[in-house]
C-alpha cells in the first residue's frame, strides 16, 4: 500500500469542474512532482492533499488513514507557499515556532527544535530577525524550516522557487534535492517548470485541465509520453512534432518527411510499433527529441536504428555547451542539437542523423500516442 | 522685409523672457490665492483662540482680532469648572468625561466589529458575501435623520427590558442608560463604514497567510488575533480617526437620545453652554469651552494623523 493515495479526486467550483478524477499514488519516502501549465488544477489538487480546499468526491489517503474530513492541522502535513507567507509581524523564530505554539508545545521545547532546524537550513543568525529584513533566499529557507520543524509525514510545496531569480532557484532547487535525501521525507510539489520536475521527482503527474495526463517517473515521462500534450511540454528545448505520413516499401514501414523545396526524406522504420501499421498512407505526427537528431559523429554509437538525411540549416544557436541548428521539415521549424564545436553553416546543406530508436509517433487526430 | 528676415534668436530669448515672467506671476497668483483661503479658513480659530484669552472688557471694548492685552486663562477654567450648562453650573468637565465614556467604548467595538467583519468576508467567503457586503455598504448612505424615529423605539423597548431586568435580577445591566444607548447606536451606524475600511484592506491581504496560519493548527480567532490584528496597524489609524471624530462630533443622535440631565455629552453641553441666558454673554468661556470639545480630535490627529492618508490610499488602491 502506497503512503499517499489520491483516489477518483472531483472537485467542483458551481458547474466548472476543477478536478475531474485524479489517480495518483506515492510510496513512503518518494518525491513527486505535479507539473502542468496554469490553470490545469496541480495547485488546487495540492490544496485538497493540504486540506484547504473541500473535495467534491473521491478519498485521499495518507499513511493508511483517510484524511478527507480532517483539519489542515491534523493531517500531519507541512506546507512550503509560493510567496512564503512568513507571518511579517513575528520574527524568524516566531515563525518557525507558530505552529507549536498553536499545539501547546512548551517553550523549551520549541527551542530546541527552533535550534536544529536553524542548524540544518544555516538560518542561525536571522532568528530574530524579522521576514522584511530578509533577502528572497533567506526567506525560502525560513519557509521551509517552518515546514521542516513539524516533522511531518508529508510536505506540500507549492512552486516555492518561482519568485526565486535563476540562479538562486538553481542552488535551492539542489539544496531541496539534498533535504529529500538527507531526510528521507515524502513531498509532493508543485511546479509549471518541467525542468524542476524532471530534476527533482521520483515521481511526474504531468497534468491539463483537471486531468493527469501521465503519471510515472522522469524517465518514463520523458522517452515514453503518452500523448502529444506531454511529449511537447516536458523537455528543454521542446520535442519536435513532424507531420509526416506512413509508407511502405516491401513489407517495412518507413516515415515520410516534407523538405523544403526538395524531395521528402523516407527514413525506414525497422522497429516501429505494431499500431504504426494501422496508419499506412494516413498523416501521422512524428516526435524526435533535438538529441536524438544531431551530427552523425555524435549521434549514439550504441544506437540500433540511425538514419541519416541532408538537411538545409536555416538557423545556427551556439549554446555554449551545445550548437542548436534549426531546419525545416513538414513545415514546421525543427530543432536539431549538435557538439557544441560542430562545424555547421547557416544556409548550408548537412547530414544529420537521426536517432529512431528514441522516436515517438502519434496519431494527429486523438493525439494519442501510437504504440 | 528686414524686420522679418531679424535672427530668431533675440526673439527666441525675449518670448522665453516673457515666459519667465508669466510662471512667475503665476506662482504669485496660485501661493497669493492658497495663502488668501488659508487665512480665510483659519480666521474662526483665531477669533475663537484669542477670544479665549481675553477678558470680558477687553471684548466689549476692544477688537476682535486684536491679540489679547493680558492673556488670562481664567476663561477656560471657568468654563471646565465653573460655567452654567443649563441650570446646572458645574462647568463642562462632566460633560467632557461622559463624551469619553461614551465614544472610546464605541470606537472600539465599531472597529473590531469592522475588522472581524472584513476578516471574514475576504478570507471566510462563504455565499452571498458580496450581497451581504454590499448591504453593508448600503448603510453607510443611510442619512442619520432617517433612523432617528426607528431607533428611539428600538432603543425605547430596550430601555423597558432594562426595567424589566431591574425588577427581576436587581441590574440593568446598562440597558436604558443613555451613555449605553449612545454607544449602541454610533456601533451600528459605524459598523457600515469600519467593514468597508477592513474589507477593502484586508482583500488585499495575502491569502496565503491564512493558509499558513491554518495549516499551523490556528483557530478562527487565533488568526484574527495573531495574524490579521498585528498587520493592520495603517487600516486601524484610518477607521479609529474616522470613528472617533465622528462619534465625538456627533449632535443628532446625542441630543436626540441624551439631550437632557447628566448623561450629556461634550456636543450637546457645549450647545447648552452657550444657549443659557443669564445676564451677559461671556463669549471668552465659550470660546474657551468650543476650544476644548474640539482638542481630543484634534489630539488623535495630530497623534496618527501620517498614517491617516497613506491608509486611506492603501486603501483605495487596492480596493
Known sequence: MAFLEIDGLRKRFGQIEILKGIDVELEKGGFLVLVGPSGCGKSTLLNTIAGLETITSGEIRIDGRAVNDLHPSKRDIAMVFQSYALYPNMTVAGNISFGMEMRGVPADERQKAIDKVAKVLQIGHLLQRKPSQLSGGQRQRVAMGRALVRDPKLFLFDEPLSNLDAKLRVDMRIEIKRLHATTGTTIVYVTHDQIEAMTLATKIAVMRDGEVQQFGTPAEIYNNPSNLFVADFMGSPAMNLIPATVATSGNALSVVLQREAREPISLPMANAPAGLSAFQGKPIIFGVRPESLTDPEGAERNASNIATADLHIEVVEPAGSDTFAVTNLGGKGVVARLRADANIQPGTSTPLAFNLTKAVFFDPATENRIR | ?319
Open chain 2, 1 to 319: 522685409m528686414s524686420t522679418v528676415a531679424t535672427p530668431a534668436r533675440p526673439t527666441a530669448s525675449r518670448q522665453a523672457s516673457g515666459g519667465m515672467n508669466v510662471k512667475l506671476v503665476n506662482r504669485i497668483v496660485i501661493y497669493g490665492l492658497l495663502a488668501l483661503f488659508a487665512l480665510f479658513y483659519l480666521m474662526p480659530l483665531f477669533v475663537m483662540l484669542v477670544t479665549s484669552f481675553k477678558t470680558m472688557d477687553e471684548i466689549q471694548n476692544g477688537n476682535m482680532l486684536s491679540l489679547p492685552k493680558a492673556p488670562t486663562f481664567d476663561p477656560w477654567l471657568k468654563a471646565w469648572g465653573e460655567t452654567c450648562v443649563g441650570l446646572t453650573c458645574a462647568g463642562i468637565k462632566g460633560y467632557f468625561w461622559n463624551s469619553i465614556k461614551m465614544v472610546v467604548p464605541a470606537v472600539i467595538i465599531s472597529t473590531l466589529l469592522g475588522a472581524l467583519n472584513g476578516y471574514v468576508l475576504t478570507k471566510w467567503r462563504f455565499r452571498g458575501a458580496t450581497l451581504v457586503f454590499g448591504l453593508m455598504l448600503f448603510a453607510c448612505f443611510i442619512p442619520f435623520q432617517s433612523v432617528l424615529l426607528p431607533m428611539a423605539t428600538i432603543l425605547g423597548s430596550v430601555g423597558r427590558f432594562g426595567v424589566t431586568l431591574q425588577n427581576s435580577i436587581g441590574t440593568s445591566l446598562g440597558l436604558g442608560n443613555s451613555t449605553v444607548n449612545l454607544v449602541f447606536v454610533h456601533v451600528v451606524y459605524g459598523i457600515g463604514f469600519t467593514t468597508l475600511f477592513f474589507r477593502n484592506y484586508y482583500e488585499a491581504f495575502p491569502t496565503e497567510l491564512v493558509k499558513a496560519a491554518q495549516v499551523d493548527g490556528a483557530s478562527f480567532f487565533q488568526i484574527f488575533r495573531r495574524i490579521m490584528l498585528p498587520n493592520s496597524m495603517p487600516i486601524f489609524v484610518v477607521t479609529v480617526i474616522y470613528q472617533f471624530t465622528n462619534i465625538w462630533n456627533d449632535f443628532l443622535f446625542a441630543s436626540a437620545y441624551a439631550g437632557t440631565g447628566d448623561s450629556m455629552p461634550m456636543t450637546v453641553a457645549l450647545n447648552n453652554v452657550v444657549n443659557t441666558s443669564t445676564g451677559v454673554v461671556e463669549y471668552n468661556v465659550n470660546m474657551a469651552a468650543a476650544m476644548i470639545a474640539a482638542l481630543p480630535t484634534l489630539l488623535v490627529y495630530v497623534l496618527a494623523g501620517r498614517y491617516f492618508v497613506r491608509g486611506l490610499m492603501a486603501g483605495a488602491v487596492k480596493g
